[in-house]
């Protein structure tokens, strides 16, 4: 065997032993230290060390936690074989609620638990933009959309029904109430739901009739035969008006005896008891009419619209007396007009 083989030979052996003390060595290593995960943020690495705790090989590691940071393991506890390190920093982002906008920070990056951790409970109606599950990135805003529902009870009136009807009890152009309309009430439950504050709708969940109503009932008479202290008579219609009384004095006619005109109508007639004046425009000229005391005193009875007046407008008539002494005790009050038939 030369020289250069022997050589060959003892620098194999060499090199095995190396390798052999190597693997020892690294076994040696691998029993003494333990493997650790950290996972910061979004990376993830993985080392080998010999230091007991987590502040150690932190420090070791020259990861400086920043204020607010999470880790899920205190700096006293010991490392274990495998341990996973997790530690995540605050990030800042936007929340908007009750029409504010305010900057937060949170180590999280759901919505879900961004709002966890800053302690921000939703009510049952409540909702986010974007939903609670989604992830955001760092600036991105949060709407807390707050729903609030309130229940009213409102009052309103149901308005009464006016009902008409015919009766030949009563004289031909009169009316008479014989039931008094009455409103009904009814409550109604109202259900408002407010988005942020403002009123975002309004909804009837219930109605409640309280009281019902009464309808109002007018008879309307169609009897055009009148039974009257005077005698009896067929009208077209009838109404109330005012009266008064006058005769042939200055005061009344503001004429003397032979003055041109005096004690004559403005139909030309000799003004005489059953003499009206009126209205044309009322009661036209020349109709025949029947006047009945409504306050229980004598009816005027029949006359005839002859005469006008300077005062007499409207709803109103004068009834000729022949004293004023009959004038004044007549005086001014309500009477019934019958309008005959011809």
Do not use: W
């Amino acid at each position: 065997m030369d020289k250069f083989s022997v050589l060959n030979k003892h620098h194999l052996k060499i090199i095995t032993i190396l390798a052999v003390a190597t693997m020892l060595i690294i076994s040696i290593i691998e029993y003494k230290t333990k493997k650790v995960n950290i996972c910061i943020d979004d990376s993830k690495t993985t080392v080998r060390t010999f230091k007991p705790t987590v502040g150690e090989l932190l420090e070791k590691q020259g990861i400086k936690l920043t204020k607010g940071a999470y880790v899920n393991y205190k700096a006293t506890e010991e490392l274990k074989d495998d341990t996973t390190i997790i530690i995540k920093n605050p990030k800042t982002y936007r929340v908007k609620f009750a029409n504010k906008i305010i900057e937060v920070e949170s180590t999280e990056n759901t919505v879900e638990n961004i709002l966890k951790s800053l302690k921000i409970d939703l009510e049952k109606n409540d909702y986010t933009y974007p939903g609670l599950k989604e992830k955001v990135n760092p600036m991105d805003d949060i709407e807390i959309v707050q729903i609030k529902e309130t229940t009213d009870i409102v009052k309103e009136e149901i308005p009464f029904e006016n009902i008409s009807r015919k009766s030949n009890k009563l004289a031909k152009g009169t009316t008479q109430v014989v039931q008094k309309g009455k409103n009904g009430l009814k409550e109604i439950q109202v259900k408002k739901t407010f988005k942020n504050g403002k009123l975002n709708s309004k909804n009837i969940v219930s109605e409640k009739i309280v009281t019902k109503p009464v309808a109002n009932i007018v008879e309307e008479g169609t009897k055009d035969f009148h039974i009257a202290s005077r005698g009896n008579f067929r009208f077209k219609r009838s109404f109330v008006v005012t009266a008064t009384a006058y005769d042939l004095s200055y005061a009344s006619c503001g004429k003397h005896p032979g003055d041109r005109g005096y004690g004559i109508t403005a139909s030309g007639t000799k003004a005489r008891p059953g003499v009206v004046s009126v209205d044309p425009r009322v009661i036209p000229l020349g109709t025949k009419l029947y006047i009945e005391s409504i306050d229980g005193t004598k009816d005027y009875g029949f006359a005839t619209a002859e005469d006008t007046g300077g005062a007499i407008k409207g709803n109103r008539i004068d009834l000729f007396f022949t004293s004023g002494d009959a004038c004044r005790k007549f005086g001014r009050r309500k009477v019934k007009v019958y309008i005959l038939e011809k």
